[in-house]
Every structure is written in structure tokens, then in C-alpha cells.
């Protein structure tokens, strides 16, 4: 980085007055105690007793002394030689006086400031190094710390070009760390496939870093698949597993935000090793970032399948619902009749039955069976009808992404885990297989068969009888499994 990083107009206003002070300035700093007058007045005439107590508020205002005491606002001196009792008049000449240099001396020793040797430059190094090695500050923020920092400490300030080398050399001894540390962890074979993200290949427009940056903006099952395939571009480079606990997280995101923004040119530019630290960062960073965002168009596009196969549905349902309103009326006209034969003493009900044409009742009683849904129905049969499209992207997602929770989703990890083994199953899936803990209790009622997933083998024998009512079937612990972030279980980079 430069060395002089100040305007020339920074430097000038550096340990002057740059503006006038307020009346609350004037009473922090050249407002004089008992001690302070007693000690202005031991000075021999009223040109040196006025001299020594500007200089004393001036130290304390700015942190150090003018070469020209005389430099200062007209209101500092009135403000002073009020106090004093002295005319503003016995101040001139006082800048080109011998005793000036005497009085500051009494000044620092009276009031224990330090001048600015070698104890304070290496103090203040170390806090400044600490400083820019754990955070990116603007070397003109860290030379007003530093500034405030002497002036807290009583230091004298040194010159305006000793404290800007010392910013710049600290700054830069902190960076050639941040860089030499990270750069250091790949192997050598890794470290040369890193190198090769910045290089267009041949054929192609864009470089591999240019690509894997990229988050996804496909939401479809086409899209949840090239972000799974983004992730597992990324994870091969083996990131997650260097140890770069040394360096502070931000200055880590610092690398890798600049990893994201800036061209692949600028990358591929960078000298020393930023460049390879700044792709060690990426590398290691980005593998937790993909997964993230693949967890996100999964839950999108599932998001998507479920609402648009909702709205088929209701379509469906409301296109039956004539069929449905005149077989209910059929059906209360029969009950009707079974009621008013039942309800005369002398009435036969067989008789009547024997009477009536059962054979429309039969058929309202089947069209009301295949139409009519239970109140918390439906859920099963908007993925069921869906699992052609599901199925495309689910096993991809749970092979590459190793999920895990605390103990409280224990019981999501288990219905995750029985959804991994469906893939290639050949014995058909019974209802008390299912893992149904972590389900609320209307997500078993709606099932009253067993299932097979779509993706298993087709040579799966018959699914024999199941048990009265078994709770829900492999679809809806699918379904259920891909909330497992929402139910206490988070995606974390593996195999």
C-alpha cells in the first residue's frame, strides 16, 4: 500500500486549530484550576504568565505543542487572559520567545505527558497491529485512532508523516500475514487447481471462478440440480477441511467478498500470495454458502410443486362437485325413505328395499367414495400425483448434502435416513416402516395404504394387505424429511 496515504490538506490540519473552539471546548481544555493559575503566574512577567497557560490548554486540545504558541484563535487567548486578569496585549511576541521551550518542559513534567520514543512507537505498533490484523479498517480511520489514542494516554503527538509510516508499515506487515497464512494451507496439487479458477479454458467465455460464484436462478428441478452440482464443484477442492482457525473470521469473508465482486482478471492480477489466499478463502467459505443456497431453491421449487398441484386439485375437485351434490341428494332421498319406513310401527324396511331401485344408490354410494376426501386429506395426493418431478431432484439432494441436528432432531434424521434407503428398494414399503415421530398428528391420518417410491426398483413384488389405517406413507416422510431444517436438523457440507 502507498506510504502517504494523507492530502496535503490532512497534513496541514494535523495538531492545528482548524476551527474555532465552542464554549464548551474552551471550558474541557483552557479552563484553569487553582493549580493551573498558581503555576501561570509563577512565570516572570505577564507575556510568559499568559504564554504558559495557552500552551497548557493548547496541549490539552490538540495533544501536542505549536512551534508558534501565538497560532491560536483570538477567543483561546481572550478566554485565558480573562482568567488571568492579564491584557490580551501582553501576548504578542511571546511565539518568538526562549522561555517558550522552558515552559513546555514544566508543562509535560507537571501534567505527566510522555514525549513520543521508542517505548510509546512500540506500544502504539502493537495496538495498531492487533488492530489491522483483525479488521480492515481505511488506514485514515486507523491514523485518527491512533491519534486518539495518544491523546488518551498523554502522549505528545509526533510528526504527521512518523505516525503515517508507522499506519502504513503496520497495515502492511498485518496483510502480508493475512495473505502468507491462508495461502499456506492447499496442497500443492490444490493449490494449482485454485490457481487454475482465474483461466478462461479454452471454448468457453467465462473462468471456473466466474461460474462457481454464480448463486443460482433456476427455480425448477433443473435448477435445484445445477445448484447441487455447483456445490459439489466446489467441496472437491477440499476447503472445508483446511485449518484456517488462525486468521479472524471477517478478514476471511473480506477475501472472499472480494473473491465474489471483482473480476477474474483483477483476481488473476494480484500479486505475492493475495492471490492464493484470496481463492483459499473462496475455497473454503463457498462449499457452506452452495449448500445454503441449494437448500433454498429446494425449498422453492417444492414450494412451487405443492401450490401449483394444490391448484390442479381444487380445479379437479370443483369440476366434480355436481356428480358429488347429486349423489349426496340421492342419498339423503334414500335415507329419507329408510327413515319414514322405519319410523311406522307397521312398516317393513326390507319390503321397501325390495321395492326401491338400489342399483342408482350403489352408484351414488361409489361416486360419494371416490370423490368425497376427509377434512385433512389431499396433502399425500399432491406429492403422490407429483413424485415424477420430486423424484428427479430428492435422492441427488440427499446423497450430496449430510445432514445433521441435535437431540431434538433425532427424530427427523431418522425419517431423512429411511428416505436415503428407498433408492433401489425392491421390497415394497409397509406402513409401520415409515419413521412418524416428528409428524404432527394430521399427517398420519390421511394414509391408509402403503407405498413404494418411484425411483425403486420396478421389479418389486405385490404390496401385500397393510394393517387397518398405517400412518403416512414414504411420500409424506419425504416430504416431511425435506423441511428437516425447519424441524431442527441443518445441512452441513459431506459426502
Given at each position: 500500500?502507498?506510504?502517504?496515504?494523507?492530502?496535503?490538506?490532512?497534513?496541514?490540519?494535523?495538531?492545528?486549530?482548524?476551527?474555532?473552539?465552542?464554549?464548551?471546548?474552551?471550558?474541557?481544555?483552557?479552563?484553569l484550576?487553582?493549580?493551573?493559575?498558581?503555576?501561570?503566574?509563577?512565570?516572570?512577567?505577564?507575556?510568559?504568565?499568559?504564554?504558559?497557560?495557552i500552551?497548557?490548554g493548547?496541549?490539552?486540545?490538540?495533544?501536542?505543542?505549536?512551534?508558534?504558541?501565538e497560532?491560536?484563535?483570538?477567543?483561546?487567548v481572550?478566554?485565558?487572559?480573562?482568567q488571568?486578569?492579564?491584557?490580551?496585549?501582553?501576548?504578542?511576541?511571546?511565539?518568538?520567545?526562549?522561555?517558550?521551550?522552558?515552559?513546555?518542559?514544566?508543562?509535560?513534567?507537571?501534567?505527566?505527558?510522555?514525549?513520543?520514543?521508542?517505548?510509546?512507537?512500540?506500544?502504539?505498533?502493537?495496538?495498531?497491529?492487533?488492530?489491522?490484523?483483525?479488521g480492515?479498517?481505511?488506514?485514515?480511520?486507523?491514523f485518527?485512532?491512533?491519534?486518539?489514542?495518544?491523546?488518551?494516554?498523554?502522549?505528545?503527538?509526533?510528526?504527521?508523516?512518523?505516525?503515517?509510516?508507522?499506519?502504513?508499515?503496520?497495515?502492511?506487515?498485518?496483510?502480508?500475514?493475512?495473505?502468507?497464512?491462508?495461502a499456506?494451507?492447499?496442497?500443492?496439487?490444490?493449490?494449482?487447481?485454485?490457481?487454475?479458477?482465474?483461466?478462461?479454458?479454452?471454448?468457453?467465455?467465462?473462468?471456473?471462478?466466474?461460474?462457481?460464484?454464480?448463486?443460482?436462478r433456476?427455480?425448477?428441478?433443473?435448477?435445484?440440480?445445477?445448484?447441487?452440482?455447483r456445490?459439489?464443484?466446489?467441496?472437491?477442492?477440499?476447503?472445508?477441511?483446511?485449518?484456517?482457525?488462525?486468521?479472524?473470521?471477517?478478514?476471511?469473508?473480506?477475501?472472499?467478498?472480494?473473491?465474489?465482486?471483482?473480476r477474474?482478471q483483477?483476481?488473476?492480477?494480484?500479486?505475492?500470495?493475495?492471490?492464493?489466499?484470496?481463492l483459499?478463502?473462496?475455497?473454503?467459505?463457498?462449499?457452506?454458502?452452495?449448500?445454503?443456497?441449494?437448500?433454498e431453491?429446494?425449498?422453492?421449487?417444492?414450494g412451487?410443486?405443492?401450490?401449483?398441484?394444490?391448484?390442479?386439485?381444487?380445479?379437479?375437485?370443483?369440476?366434480?362437485?355436481?356428480?358429488?351434490?347429486?349423489?349426496?341428494?340421492?342419498?339423503?332421498?334414500a335415507?329419507?325413505?329408510?327413515?319414514?319406513?322405519?319410523?311406522?310401527?307397521?312398516?317393513?324396511?326390507?319390503?321397501?328395499?325390495?321395492?326401491?331401485?338400489?342399483?342408482p344408490?350403489?352408484?351414488?354410494?361409489?361416486?360419494?367414495?371416490?370423490?368425497?376426501?376427509?377434512?385433512?386429506?389431499?396433502?399425500?395426493?399432491?406429492?403422490?400425483?407429483?413424485?415424477?418431478?420430486?423424484?428427479?431432484?430428492?435422492?441427488?439432494?440427499?446423497?450430496?448434502?449430510?445432514?445433521?441436528?441435535?437431540?431434538?432432531?433425532?427424530?427427523?434424521?431418522?425419517?431423512?435416513?429411511?428416505?436415503?434407503?428407498?433408492?433401489?428398494?425392491r421390497?415394497?414399503?409397509?406402513?409401520?416402516?415409515?419413521?412418524?415421530?416428528?409428524?404432527?398428528?394430521?399427517?398420519?391420518?390421511?394414509?391408509?395404504?402403503?407405498?413404494?417410491?418411484?425411483?425403486?426398483?420396478?421389479?418389486?413384488?405385490?404390496?401385500?394387505?397393510?394393517?387397518?389405517?398405517?400412518?403416512?406413507?414414504?411420500?409424506?416422510?419425504?416430504?416431511?424429511?425435506?423441511?428437516?431444517?425447519?424441524?431442527?436438523?441443518?445441512?452441513?457440507?459431506?459426502?
Open positions: 500500500m502507498p506510504t502517504n496515504f494523507l492530502t496535503e490538506d490532512q497534513r496541514k490540519r494535523y495538531g492545528r486549530f482548524t476551527e474555532i473552539p465552542d464554549e464548551g471546548q474552551l471550558a474541557g481544555s483552557f479552563l484550576d487553582q493549580t493551573a493559575r498558581r503555576r501561570a503566574m509563577a512565570a516572570k512577567g505577564p507575556r510568559n504568565r499568559l504564554g504558559w497557560a500552551q497548557l493548547t496541549l490539552r486540545y490538540l495533544g501536542t505543542f505549536l512551534d508558534n504558541p497560532d491560536v484563535p483570538d477567543v483561546v481572550d478566554y485565558v487572559a480573562d488571568l486578569g492579564l491584557s490580551v496585549t501582553a501576548f504578542a511576541g511571546y511565539g518568538t520567545a526562549e522561555h517558550r521551550w522552558d515552559h513546555q518542559e514544566q508543562i509535560r513534567e507537571a501534567y505527566g505527558y510522555t514525549k513520543f520514543g521508542f517505548d510509546q512507537w512500540f506500544s502504539l505498533a502493537r495496538w495498531m497491529y492487533q488492530r489491522a490484523w483483525i480492515s479498517e481505511r488506514p485514515t480511520l486507523l485518527d485512532l491512533a491519534t486518539k489514542r495518544l491523546l488518551d494516554h498523554q502522549v505528545l503527538l509526533p510528526g504527521a508523516t512518523t505516525l503515517e509510516r508507522l499506519v502504513s508499515g503496520t497495515r502492511e506487515r498485518a496483510e502480508k500475514r493475512l495473505w502468507a497464512t491462508p499456506a494451507a492447499p496442497s500443492a496439487e490444490q493449490a494449482e487447481r485454485l490457481q487454475q479458477l482465474v483461466v478462461v479454458p479454452g471454448g468457453r467465455r467465462v473462468s471456473e471462478l466466474d461460474r462457481l460464484r454464480r448463486s443460482p433456476d427455480i425448477s428441478p433443473r435448477g435445484v440440480l445445477k445448484a447441487l452440482e456445490y459439489d464443484a466446489l467441496k472437491t477442492f477440499g476447503g472445508p477441511a483446511w485449518d484456517l482457525s488462525s486468521i479472524p473470521p471477517g478478514r476471511i469473508q473480506a477475501l472472499v467478498r472480494f473473491a465474489k465482486a471483482a477474474a483483477a483476481v488473476a492480477e494480484l500479486g505475492g500470495h493475495r492471490r492464493l489466499a484470496t483459499v478463502a473462496f475455497a473454503a467459505v463457498m462449499p457452506q454458502v452452495a449448500a445454503d443456497e441449494a437448500i431453491v429446494f425449498d422453492l421449487v417444492m412451487d410443486v405443492i401450490r401449483s398441484s394444490a391448484t390442479k386439485m381444487t380445479k379437479k375437485r370443483l369440476r366434480s362437485l355436481k356428480d358429488l351434490d347429486a349423489a349426496a341428494l340421492l342419498l339423503r332421498k335415507w329419507l325413505a329408510v327413515c319414514e319406513s322405519a319410523a311406522d310401527p307397521e312398516g317393513d324396511i326390507r319390503a321397501m328395499l325390495d321395492a326401491m331401485d338400489v342399483a344408490v350403489h352408484a351414488a354410494a361409489d361416486t360419494v367414495k371416490e370423490l368425497a376426501q376427509e377434512p385433512d386429506d389431499g396433502f399425500e395426493q399432491i406429492l403422490e400425483a407429483r413424485y415424477n418431478t420430486i423424484a428427479r431432484f430428492l435422492p441427488e439432494l440427499l446423497k450430496q448434502l449430510d445432514f445433521q441436528a441435535g437431540p431434538d432432531g433425532e427424530d427427523v434424521m431418522k425419517a431423512v435416513a429411511f428416505v436415503k434407503t428407498l433408492k433401489g428398494r421390497k415394497p414399503i409397509k406402513g409401520w416402516e415409515t419413521p412418524i415421530k416428528f409428524l404432527s398428528p394430521p399427517g398420519c391420518a390421511g394414509s391408509s395404504r402403503p407405498s413404494r417410491p418411484r425411483w425403486a426398483s420396478p421389479r418389486s413384488a405385490p404390496t401385500s394387505s397393510p394393517p387397518p389405517r398405517p400412518c403416512a406413507p414414504a411420500f409424506t416422510a419425504t416430504r416431511s424429511t425435506s423441511r428437516a431444517c425447519a424441524s431442527g436438523a441443518t445441512p452441513t457440507p459431506g459426502s
